[in-house]
C-alpha cells in the first residue's frame, strides 16, 4: 500500500476538537497536500519544524498547500503544543502509539534492550545514545550547526525581536550581529531557539510525553498533488535529521528564503 493510500484511510484524534476523523478531511480541493507524520510532539524534530512552518506560513498559504500533520502523544499533548508553536489545532491529530508509523515503515530508532531495565528506561537509554549520534547520521553535526552559524541558512531572529531561553537572560536579536552580522543564520542564533524549545519541553514533560516508550521514533514528510501522486518524500535518519537541507527545511516546497531583519 503507498502512502497515500495509507493515509487516506487513516483516522486519529484531532486535537481541535478531541473527534476521531479522518486524517485527510477536508482536503479535496487542495492543490498540494504536505502530511507531516512527526516524532513525540515534544521532541526536538516537531517543535523546530513547526517553527518554520509558522515562518512560512503566509506563503505556503499562498501556494495552496494545505497542511495535516500527526505527532505522537495525546490530545492534551497536542494542545500544549499548538499553544506554545501556533500550528493550527484543526490540522494536528495525535497518535498515541505511534501505529502510523509504523504501517509507513518509518525509522524507530535505536533500540537496544537491556532485560534490567524497563521500556521506558531502554528508551531513554537509545534517546541518549541517538543525541551523541549513535543509530542517528548527521545529528552531532546539525547541532555544531546550530552553535557554529550557517551562511546558506537565512536569519532566524528578528533585529527586534526578544528571544526568551532561561536560562539565558532575555536576547535582542540584533545582539547575534555581535556574532558576525545580519542576513543568514548567525554562530548560537539556531542553538538559542533550540534551547528555548528544550526549556518548554523540559517544563511540560509529562504533558509532551504521556508514553516515553515511543522516545526515539523517527518521522516523514510527504508531499503529494491534487490527484494524490507523490511529489516529495522524506523520511528522517535520526534526530534533527528531519529535512533534506536543513539549511532551509522548507525548501522542496519551492520557497525562496526570506530574511527576518
Excluded at 543525541?131 to 548527521?138: D, F, N, Y
Excluded at 537565512?154 to 539565558?168: H, N, T
Excluded at 516508550?213 to 522524506?234: D, M, P, S, V
Aim: with cysteine; glycine share 10%.
Amino acid at each position: 500500500m503507498d502512502a497515500y493510500a495509507i493515509f487516506n484511510q487513516a483516522q486519529y484524534q484531532r486535537v481541535s476538537d478531541g473527534a476521531i476523523a479522518p486524517l485527510l478531511s477536508n482536503c479535496e480541493l487542495s492543490n498540494r497536500l504536505l502530511v507531516l507524520v512527526w516524532p513525540q510532539l515534544g521532541d526536538f524534530d516537531t517543535l523546530e519544524y513547526a517553527w518554520w512552518l509558522q515562518r512560512e506560513a503566509f506563503r505556503i498559504q499562498k501556494q495552496g498547500v494545505m497542511i495535516r500533520a500527526v505527532g505522537i502523544g495525546d490530545r492534551t499533548s497536542g494542545q500544549q503544543f499548538c499553544e506554545y508553536t501556533g500550528f493550527p489545532p484543526d490540522c494536528l491529530f495525535v497518535d498515541p502509539k505511534a501505529e502510523l508509523h509504523q504501517k509507513l515503515e518509518l525509522y524507530p530508532g535505536l533500540s537496544l534492550k537491556l532485560k534490567s531495565l524497563s521500556t521506558a528506561q531502554n528508551a531513554w537509554i537509545n534517546l541518549m545514545l541517538m543525541c551523541a549520534g549513535i543509530g542517528s547520521p548527521g545529528t552531532l553535526a546539525e547541532v555544531f550547526r546550530g552553535y557554529l552559524g550557517d551562511r546558506k541558512a537565512p536569519q532566524l531572529i528578528g533585529d527586534q525581536e526578544v528571544v526568551k531561553a532561561k536560562p539565558l537572560p532575555p536576547l535582542k536579536g540584533s545582539f547575534f550581529n555581535l556574532a558576525g552580522g545580519t542576513g543568514f543564520q548567525r554562530p548560537f542564533e539556531l542553538a538559542t531557539l533550540r534551547l528555548r524549545n528544550m526549556v518548554e519541553v523540559l517544563s511540560h514533560w509529562n504533558t509532551y510525553v504521556p508514553d516515553p516508550a515511543y522516545l526515539t521514533q523517527r518521522g516523514g514528510t510527504f508531499l503529494f498533488n491534487a490527484q494524490g501522486e507523490l511529489l516529495y518524500e522524506h523520511r528522517d535518519p535520526g534526530i534533527l535529521g528531519f529535512a533534506a537541507n536543513m539549511s532551509y527545511p522548507l525548501s522542496f516546497l519551492g520557497l525562496e528564503q526570506d530574511e527576518i531583519v
